[in-house]
């Protein structure tokens, strides 16, 4: 694993801003290396905010939106269009405004998608479309340039919540019953298929999720702070605001901060 880097912002508004400028230069350096770029977005708040300020960024014009796939890191097993979807949010704030290719937009099925009812073969069914991006050979990932995650009061990530059988899992995507965090069934990504993108990126805002970063940063073992289970192959970019980063280990703060 490589060692993970912190970088502390002034407030949310700041962070947003930053990430999506960041998000920006990525997928223009992954196409400009690859002819291609391949992000895997999150849910919440602060994913919200990034959309927009990127949807709203002239950066926006540097980039060939046909050429980007899309995936999620996790989804809530709600209906297509459901407002409470991290599917509806990102396409609400940003893909709904940029010329994509629609094919490259690899929503988590939804509970009135092929599968019904059944979060299991829906998590299936989208193990099988990340395989098949893989292309021939042993691979269960495509390349995958960029993960974005939130991170839960609890410290969870995606929908890897403390405790729960998904931080044991070996598969690469799984269905969440039961979470603590509504609605109880998701589908997610696991620390296996999260860990193979060559950047992972934590994005947290806001005081309420500084205890679970300061954790993650501890030593805290990924079991009961999932936060800590997960690390881009190249880097694992913590990106904070002050209120998220007030309890950092004194390793990670800088005079500045
Ligand atoms: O339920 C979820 O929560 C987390 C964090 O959301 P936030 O609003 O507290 O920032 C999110 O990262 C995850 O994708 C989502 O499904």
Redesign the pocket.
Known sequence: MTAASVVVHPNADVLAQSVAARLATSIIDAQAARGEASIVL??????KAVYTALGASPIRDAIDWGRVDFWW??E?FLPSGDPER?ETQARDSLLDTLPVDPARVHAMPAPDGPDGDDPEAAAARYAAELATAAGPGSRTMPHLDVVM????EDAHV??VFPGHPAVYESRDVVAVRGAP?PPSTRITLTFGGINTADEVWLIAAGGGKADAVALALSGSGPTQTPAAGVAGVAHTRWLLDRSAAVALPARFRSPRR
């Open positions: 999150t849910g919440g708040r602060i994913a890191g996790d809530r991290n995650l939130g991170i839960g995606a929908s965090k």
